[in-house]
């Protein structure tokens, strides 16, 4: 069984930046594309960065520019640099693996496998 754990969440200010984690473990099948998503107050789960499994990576409009995902895949593990941030980005953020096809639509459907989430405060 898949497991994604994250970590590096926090309270910031508008403007301010933040670096998450994720560590994944328990491959057994073949796991072509990392993701990361949000949730905020009342809004459905949303995507914010892809990597596929091709090497090409897919951010939300909102954050081009601005996050960044990279992975690790010697130690396993999923990163997002959040620079810029903004009161409006503040929601529970997850990290997601999917097995789907090696390049996936930008959308949560396409992952099987999700982390507990951690939680990132922006305040104005």
């Known amino acids: 069984e898949i497991q994604l754990v994250e970590s590096g969440g926090g309270s910031v200010q508008a403007g301010g930046s933040l670096r998450l984690s994720c560590a994944i473990s328990?491959?057994?099948?073949?796991?072509?594309?990392l993701g990361w998503f949000r949730q905020g107050p009342g809004k459905e789960r949303e995507a914010v960065a892809i990597?596929?499994?091709?090497?090409?990576?897919q951010y939300a409009d909102s954050v081009k520019g601005r996050f960044t995902v990279s992975n690790d895949t010697a130690n396993n593990m999923l990163y997002h640099q959040m620079n810029s941030l903004k009161p409006e980005e503040t929601a529970m953020y997850y990290c997601?693996?999917?097995?789907?096809?090696?390049?996936?639509?930008?959308?949560?459907?396409?992952?099987?496998?999700w982390g507990q989430g951690t939680q990132v405060t922006v305040s104005s």
């Open positions: 997601a693996a999917g097995s789907y096809s090696i390049r996936v639509p930008f959308h949560r459907r396409y992952f099987d496998y």
């Open positions: 328990g491959i057994t099948v073949p796991v072509y594309c």
């Open positions: 990597l596929n499994g091709d090497g090409t990576q």
